[in-house]
C-alpha cells in the first residue's frame, strides 16, 4: 500500500511538466512558419530520454518541430502502438488573462 506522499508524488510531478511546457510560448498564427516548437520538442525529448525512451525530433520547416520516441516492444510481429500530441497552441493576448498565459503558475 502506498502512502499519502508516494500517491501524490506523481501528480506533482505531472503537474511540474506541465507547468515547465507551459512556459515555452509556442502560439501558432497559421502557416508553415507560425510556431516555435523545437525549445519545447527539445525538452520533450529530454524528459523521454530521461525516462530511456530513444527519441528524434524532425522538423517539417524551420522551428516547426515533432518528437518522435520509439519503445520497442518484446513481440515485433505485433503491430505498432502511435500517440500523438501537438507542441502549438493558440495565440494567447496576456491582458485577457489574470495570471500571464506563459508563465506556468500553479495556483490552486
Known amino acids: 500500500m502506498r502512502n499519502k506522499e508516494s500517491a501524490e508524488a506523481p501528480s506533482s510531478e505531472v503537474v511540474g511538466i506541465c507547468s515547465d511546457l507551459i512556459r515555452f510560448d509556442t502560439s501558432n498564427f497559421g502557416g508553415v512558419d507560425g510556431a516555435n516548437e523545437r525549445p519545447a520538442a527539445e525538452f520533450v525529448a529530454l524528459l523521454l530520454e530521461g525516462a530511456g525512451v ?17 519503445i520497442t516492444g518484446s513481440d515485433p510481429s ?4 502511435l500517440v500523438h500530441c501537438h ?22
Not at 527519441?55 to 518528437?67: D, L
Not at 507542441?87 to 490552486?108: C, M, N, Q, R, T
Open 78 to 81: 505485433r503491430p505498432a502502438l
Open 87 to 108: 507542441l502549438d497552441v493558440v495565440p494567447a493576448v496576456a491582458a485577457d488573462w489574470s495570471i500571464a498565459p506563459f508563465s506556468g503558475e500553479v495556483a490552486d
Open 54 to 70: 530513444v527519441a528524434e525530433i524532425f522538423e517539417s520547416a524551420p522551428g516547426r518541430a515533432s518528437v518522435v520516441g520509439r
